[in-house]
Each structure stands twice: as C-alpha cells, then as structure tokens.
Nanobody
Framework: QVRLVESGGGLVQTGGSLRLSCAVS????????VYWYRQAPGKERELVAS???????NYADSVKGRFTISRDNARNTMYLQMNSLKPEDTAVYYC????????WGQGTQVTVSS
C-alpha cells in the first residue's frame, strides 16, 4: 500500500518562506521520481517540481530560483523549500508518485498574503 502525506502548509506574508514535506509509505520511494503539484482556485493543477531517484531536479519556470525540491531516502520523505513567496503561489500543494498507477497525497494549503 502506497500512501503520501503532505504537511507544512500555512499562511505566510509575501516574501516569506515555508517548507513542505511529503512522507511516502511503501517501498517505492527510493527508486521513484516524486513530484510536487499545485492547484489554485479556478485553475488547473500544475507541475511545480520533480526529483528523480538520482536527485535530478526540474522546476516550473514560475518557481525557478525560489523553490528547492529535495529528498531524504532514509526517511522516505520529499521536501519543497519555498522562499520569496508571492500571492500567486497561493494554492493547495500535492505530492505525487507512480508505481503502476498514480498516487497522490491529500494536499496542503499554502496561502500567501499581500
């Protein structure tokens, strides 16, 4: 059984920082690419960042230079460090991985006030 649980969301002012965590149960974390997505009200879910099992990272243009994705294989946990937050970063953030099917977390709300 694969389960993903996000945490770390909250309310922050413009320019502030948050660190999101995604804990992945099961034995697939170490061999899998994991992803962060976000969905703002009235908008489609979009890919924010990804990290492979070999720690190769990729970012959406909108977050490059501000967000950092990382992983701790010993803890089966992925992180998203978000700095210089903007109101347009306000969204529910989800983590995802795949192993024969897609697995999603329940999401964590990030709200950036102006």
């Amino acid at each position: 059984q694969v389960r993903l649980v996000e945490s770390g969301g909250g309310l922050v002012q413009t320019g502030g920082s948050l660190r999101l965590s995604c804990a992945v149960s099961g034995n697939i974390f170490r061999v899998n690419t994991v992803y962060w997505y976000r969905q703002a009200p009235g908008k489609e879910r979009e890919l924010v960042a990804s990290i492979t099992s070999g720690s190769i990272t990729n970012y959406a243009d909108s977050v490059k230079g501000r967000f950092t994705i990382s992983r701790d294989n010993a803890r089966n946990t992925m992180y998203l460090q978000m700095n210089s937050l903007k109101p347009e970063d306000t969204a529910v953030y989800y983590c995802r991985t795949s192993w024969g099917q897609d697995y999603w977390g329940q999401g964590t709300q990030v709200t950036v006030s102006s």
